[in-house]
């Protein structure tokens, strides 16, 4: 199993209000992504990071921003919460040299949801 | 057109069927791919890497067709607990960023 945790797993919050979305692994792999799944639909990266103090930004424009200040830790904040932003939030890591054979490892994820 | 299409089905099929998806690329310069499986409402998993023509785990094989530039996975003697989406996930940029497929829905029934 891989060692990558969100919190919160599910979240209600009313418009307006500014949200941290945590991840954390404990794998130490470089590279951390951020991606967005509304159901039944594909996943979309939202921001990507190659290690500390790197952070990108993905195919998908989002109001979202992220940090990498510890190789384990990629948060990812809303500062101001609307309804457009309910959906799911994955974060996943990989370690480079790796990914040809095992790809991407996957947290939960966090459904938010946004009243 | 999309830079990875799939079927989207759901694919209907009894226990001990066996049932095969396809998935198409359209960079031709990508070396691996890979099949992962999503269970509804949990995270993606990996199910398989492809690379060269094929790869075969047990009862799932994948196919690699570079000139056709699809990618196939087979599922043989199918189970309940197959029941899930299939997602074909093809890399750009070498390993920069994962392209994920809609996915393709399976469901197994008694």
């Known amino acids: 199993e891989a060692d990558i945790y969100q919190t919160p797993r599910y979240l209600v919050i009313g418009t307006g209000k500014k949200i941290t979305l945590e991840c954390s692994q404990t794998?130490?792999?470089?590279?951390m992504y951020w991606y967005q799944q509304d159901p039944g639909m594909e996943l979309h990266l939202i921001h990507y990071s190659y290690g500390v103090n790197s952070t990108e930004k993905g195919d998908l424009s989002s109001e979202s921003t992220v940090s990498r200040i510890r190789t384990e830790h990629f948060p990812l904040t809303l500062e101001s919460a609307r309804p457009s932003h309910t959906s799911q939030y994955l974060c996943?890591?990989?370690?480079?040299?790796?990914?040809?054979?095992?790809?991407?490892?996957f947290g939960p994820g966090t459904r938010l949801t946004v009243l | 057109r999309k830079e990875v299409e799939q079927d989207p089905g759901p694919f209907n099929v009894p226990e001990g069927a066996t049932v095969a998806f396809n998935c198409t690329y359209s960079n031709s310069a990508s070396q691996s791919f890979f099949w992962y499986r999503q269970d509804c409402r949990k995270e993606p998993k990996l199910l398989m890497s492809v690379y060269s023509s094929g790869n075969e785990d047990g009862r799932f094989t994948a196919q690699l067709n570079r000139a056709s530039q699809y990618i196939s996975l087979l599922i043989r003697d199918s189970k309940l607990s197959d029941s899930a989406t299939y997602l074909c996930?093809?890399?750009?940029?070498?390993?920069?960023?994962?392209?994920f497929g809609t996915g393709t829905r399976l469901l197994v029934s008694p």
């Open positions: 996943a890591s990989s370690e480079p040299g790796q990914e040809a054979s095992i790809g991407q490892f």
């Open positions: 794998m130490g792999h470089d590279k």
């Open positions: 996930v093809v890399p750009r940029g070498g390993f920069q960023k994962l392209v």
